[in-house]
């Protein structure tokens, strides 16, 4: 029994010191980010390993002042286009789960095949569209293409409505309710964990998307928060200090969204890519 | 299920809450806000601590005449709003140079108080404000007025902006010379370059001693350290300098290639061209209906490349591509990638750096400078006197403003053309050279005549002054002026591959034939009115 | 039943019985509309858009048909085959990298004993998803400065002859950028990988430790056979993504050094657009590029197809 248990501590150890590894290499490069960020120019160019004292706070203000609205700008964009993103996508999902009308399954097709459609591929002419609707350089040039991407978010919601039992709608059926109540009243609340899920997954794309928004909102009426991040360090020349300090600006939000959300999001997409 | 799960109440609240912010986001996203004039300012400080002195006679010229009071007696009615497309931030810092133009539309606007004037910085790198322009203009999106700097044949086009040829025969209400066009300094030389089919589509300003002149800062510490007591007057005493550089472990010449500030490389494309292929020049200057007048301009290179006269094989070409590989060991560490944050020269810890004028205030205000420093221009690759590239004040004049012909569709064009005519009037030019670091001068005055009793800034400004420019301007037959600034970024690649060694000579010169080719194309098929296919 | 019989008595025609039941369901298409409308305006729309002008000259002011020049000027280039060429590197270095390193983590997690541990270990290794990737590449990107971390690192530990300027020698800039996010453990892929080995049922694991199978037989035998799906899917993921990102080489080096060290057919049609106003040609690419996403799905669906229908008869004959 006690060799037993030594072997198993000795592979236990292992793994664990294997692990503690990985995770080392994983977390430096964003310790390091933290650290670079608080140093003024002297000490970024002279002492750029370890943190160095006195701790210089002044980057972050420099930083705040420029990433301020491009933060703002990002909420409002991620905000509107996953709202009506969610709403347009859960609507259609819950309808073709589960009402049949002509023609059901060609148009699903349709709108399946679209996932194996790079965005690259759209780059261009939905540059010029936005250009021709007179939108580019504020958030409309954002939020609409966004709110349009809703062929994954549509594909697992359906999966989803249609795994749900039928007793759940018999009741709203005897009383008479139209679809579009039936899916306000029923459809909505029981899908809410996975719509919750696919919200801060689409929110975190939208973070973390950079070509397109550098591409048609590149001003300051519309800059987004990572835009702006290398924005401010390849144009502005700040200190070094501050445009590191701009980096973490960036990526504060989405530790905050994370942290509050954290057991929804990884539960609903563990649940989607098990399934799948 | 009888009654709603606890997360349906939390849907109920997400709901009103995204309605709202939906809502919010509709409001303020369906208008942009323009930067009302004073416009903030955006960019990130300067690392100079330029706490800034708010009336502009705190700068080094003395103060200058006072700005032309605006009457509104030439087009009394005016009222509106005007909106201005700025290149940057113009009223960010009061030391720029560019921020006299932001004095001159305040006090237009002050005499004008029916008409609401906001400005509309163009940010980012240069790439990104030309392309800004070059879109918006297409796309018939721009504000009401244009100011940018260094107009390219990108930025030119007569079908979308409005020739002024007409009003630059007729006076000039704000002025009392016979026509508009004479108010402009050095014969309205700066309308060359954006006039073209005999429409001028822009009015701009040049001087001698403009923004846009280039020179190279030297660090005379670091040069006397590696036992150069002079600065080099000829090419060969310019290798010998760096030679020593070398040797002495100190890196010689800043040359970027990548990253935001690549454009000082095509500036010595530019005039190593000139240097090496005057002949081609020669031959192509005056061709295709242009005017001969020692300037090479988008229509003469086009000419140039298809009726065959520029190109790879001249050993003019092939010797670019040598003499830059050449000068490349003495290129700072690690030229073909982005320069990495921080200025090199402000830390010392490079001899030679190229800089524009209109980039000055940043090395003037740096307080980390201890060094010994100043400005001069490289002396001629094949003797005699060097071209000068950028401004120059002579012809290439930098700063412009241009009405695209949507303010004429608006009803706009009196507001517009009167703010242009106040800012180019004769007492506006006037009034701008005298809030300047470098005042306005005669070309061939030496650099102590023309900062009498400031011996420190004759040194500091040497390089834009001397070698005088009106007698040596470059012809600009380089693909950086004389078509799209973007396509610069391609050229300097082929330059890259060369100099890094993946391409060989012969491979760059296929690479460099085909960018070429490529970029005639692209202009013939712009230009339907040239008429190309009847060239040669 | 002709259209002239129809208004007589008789059972409806099959014409007349499918305009009744669109007519019935005439709500529901309403309520597919706003989708269906997103979808044509910013898919459909800009999909044959960009197929039509991939054979025209395109700078938004002028639309002229120049036939197959935009391909050709593709294929002529050399900086465009280079930059297949890149991209074939980054996708199959990727492949190899999502398919082992987030699996060995999440397969050490999974081995850990106790659940406190392996939920600790989980979140350590789901955090970093919160850093967006440009700030990530922002942070690769002064490592690898003249004066950045890498160098610095080389130089403390003495390896100073080892230093390079590593986004600007071309045998070391695109390794450097595939290289971004080591040890590529943690992340989205982890937590996939992570799920699905949780998701074994507990029953096998303990018959196969009561066979007396080690650590390493077990992984072969029984996780990875059943964890199989998850790599599958993350394949296809990331060859999706990597087929189309070109985030990186455009934020750490613009494409160079020189005109192909890093480019990436994306990254081309990016500059197309923002620099040159090259709209038909940049539409060329993004054609070349769907078409070869459609073509490469085809053959994996081909291929998964043949290997299940081999295990089907495989079964059949046992």
Known sequence: MTRRRFRFDGGQAFIHTVLVLLATFTFVPVLTLLALSLKDTYQFINQPIGLSFPLEWKNYEMAWAFMRDPLAHNIIVATAAVSANLFMASLSAYVFARHDFPFRNALFSLIGILLFVPGTVLLVPNYVLIINLKVQNTLMALILPYAAQQVFTLVVLRTFFEELPQEMFDAAKVDGASAFQEYMRIAIPLSWPIISAMAIFQVWQIWNDYAWPSLVANSNEARTAVTGLIYFNDFSRPEPGAGMAAAVIAAAPMLILFLVTMRSFIAGLTAGAVKG | ?536 | MTAANSKLAGPPGPWARLARRLWRSRVLYLLILPTALSLIVFYYGPLLSGLWHSFRYWDLKQDIFIGLENYKRMFEETAALAAWRNMAVILLSQLVIVSSMPLLGALLVFRLTGGRMQYLWRIIFVLPIVVPGTVVVFVWRWFYGIDGGFNLLLRAIGLGSWTRIWLGEISTALPAIIAVGFPWVAGLNFLIYLAALQSIPGEIIDASKVDGAGPIRRFFSIELPLVRPQIVLLIILTFIFYLRSFDAPLIMTNGGPGTAGTLVPGLQMYRAIRDDLDLGYGSAIGTVLFVVMIALTFINFAVRARIARNEQNRGRQS
């Open chain 2, 1 to 536: 299920m009888e009654h709603p799960p606890t997360s349906a109440r939390r849907a109920k609240w997400l709901g009103v809450g995204i309605t709202a912010a939906l809502l919010l986001a509709a409001c303020g996203a369906a208008t942009p806000a323009p930067t009302a004039v004073p416009a903030k300012p955006t960019d990130a400080p300067k690392p100079a601590a330029t706490s800034a002195p708010a009336a502009p006679a705190a700068t080094a010229a003395p103060a200058g005449p006072s700005a032309p009071v605006a009457t509104a007696a030439s087009r009394p009615d005016l009222k509106g709003e005007l909106v201005i497309n700025t290149w940057r931030d113009i009223a960010a810092d009061p030391k720029h140079p560019s921020y006299s133009m932001y004095l001159l539309m305040q006090q237009w606007a002050k005499n004008h108080p029916n008409v609401k004037l906001t400005l509309q910085p163009m940010l980012g790198n240069v790439t990104d404000v030309f392309g800004f322009i070059t879109t918006n203009l297409r796309s018939k999106t721009l504000a009401d007025v244009v100011m940018q700097y260094f107009p390219s044949p990108a930025q030119i086009d007569v079908d979308l902006q409005y020739d002024f040829t007409a009003d630059l025969a007729k006076p000039n209400p704000y002025s009392s010379n016979p026509t508009w066009k004479d108010d402009f300094p050095l014969k309205a030389v700066a309308l060359d370059g954006v006039t073209t089919g005999g429409k001028t589509v822009m009015v701009g300003t040049t001087f001698v001693g403009d923004l846009g002149d280039t020179a190279v800062l030297y660090n005379m510490d670091l040069l006397e350290k590696a036992g150069v007591t002079k600065l080099p007057k000829t090419w060969a005493e310019l290798v010998d300098a760096q030679t020593k550089l070398k040797a002495a472990g100190i890196q010689p010449f800043f040359m970027p290639t990548a990253g935001n500030e690549a454009y000082v490389f095509s500036w010595y494309i530019g005039i190593l061209t000139d240097e090496l292929m005057p002949e081609i020049i020669k031959a192509c200057d005056g061709q295709a209906d242009e005017k001969k007048d020692g300037q090479i301009s988008q229509k003469e290179a086009t000419w140039c490349i298809k009726t065959g006269k520029w190109n790879v094989k001249d050993p003019g070409v092939q010797a670019l591509f040598t003499t830059f590989k050449d000068w490349s060991q003495f290129f700072h560490e690690g030229y073909l990638a982005p320069p990495a944050p921080g200025n090199l020269f402000t830390q010392g810890k490079i001899a030679f750096y190229p800089i524009v004028r209109l980039n000055m205030p940043i090395i003037e205000g740096d307080p980390n400078i201890k060094f010994n420093w100043g400005t001069f221009y490289l002396p001629a690759l094949k003797g005699g006197i060097p071209k000068r590239i950028g401004n120059a004040g002579l012809g290439s004049g930098s700063q412009y403003l241009f009405i695209p012909k949507t303010t004429v569709e608006k009803g706009k064009l009196d507001l517009a053309l009167d703010l242009l005519q106040y800012i180019t009037s004769a007492k506006s030019s006037d009034y701008w050279c005298g809030l300047q670091s470098v005042p306005c001068f005669v070309s061939g005055t030496p650099p102590e005549k023309v900062f009498a009793g400031n011996p420190q800034q004759a040194k500091r400004y040497s390089g834009f002054i001397d070698p005088p420019a009106s007698t040596s301007r470059a012809s600009f037959m380089d693909i950086n002026n004389a078509f799209a600034q973007a396509s610069t970024v391609a050229e300097i690649k082929i330059f890259q591959d060369y100099l890094g060694g993946t391409a060989t000579l012969d491979q760059s010169l296929v690479a460099y034939q085909k960018l070429l080719d490529t970029l005639a194309e692209t202009a013939v098929r712009q230009h339907p009115e040239w008429k190309a296919d009847t060239w040669k």
